[in-house]
């Protein structure tokens, strides 16, 4: 439930229809600021906010973007702007040896494992992955925007790809992680 809540802004602006780019981009800020809201009062330090400060910075400058120039040419290329968005925060909280994935992980796993060496290992691995996955899919939505196809079916589809491939890895992969320790 975790990541659904991190990506929540990020989903509400996929599924509004893009010809409504503007309102979506204010929904997506509009949500990712009461969750920010929400996670600060429930005591969440901002370690564990690394997305949705991302991601309520890029909405704002979006929404101001697509009210000001509706027509803007950026629109064709706003899902792969919000794919490679959310490649450079991940990358750079890799980057800082701060894994976005950490704080997430942290709101389900006891405090006396935070600092150990395999659960700040699996979040590297995780984050990276994530990393990786909104990269290319930024990528293919650029090169689908480039070719007229950025609101096609096609896009949809590796919009989606691009989150549920890496959040069945993390699934899998801290599940594996706790399959070994569990047999150690």
Not at 47 to 61: K, N, P, Q, R, T
Not at 74 to 82: I, N
Not at 160 to 169: E, K, N, S, W
């Amino acid at each position: 439930m975790s990541y659904l809540r991190t990506f929540l802004p990020w989903i509400v602006f996929a599924a509004v229809p893009s010809q409504h780019w503007q309102w979506a981009s204010l929904a997506a800020l509009a949500v990712a600021i009461v969750i920010i809201r929400l996670q600060r009062r429930a005591g969440s330090g901002f370690d564990a906010l690394i997305i949705e400060l991302g991601s309520a910075f890029f909405f704002a400058a979006l929404a101001f973007t697509a009210f000001s120039d509706p027509q803007s040419g950026l629109h064709e290329y706003s899902a792969a702007l919000a794919s490679g968005t959310l490649a450079v925060i991940a990358g750079a909280s890799l980057a800082i040896g701060r894994p976005f994935t950490l704080g997430i992980a942290r709101r389900t796993t006891p405090r006396e494992v935070w600092t150990r060496r395999a659960f700040i290992r699996t979040n590297v691995v995780i984050t990276a992955v994530w990393t990786a996955a909104f990269a290319l899919t930024a990528v293919v939505l650029a090169l689908e925007a480039y070719a007229g196809s950025a609101h096609s079916t096609a896009a949809i589809v590796v919009q989606l790809a691009g989150f549920a491939v890496p959040m069945l890895f993390t699934v899998r992969y801290v599940a594996h992680i706790r399959g070994k320790a569990a047999v150690s």
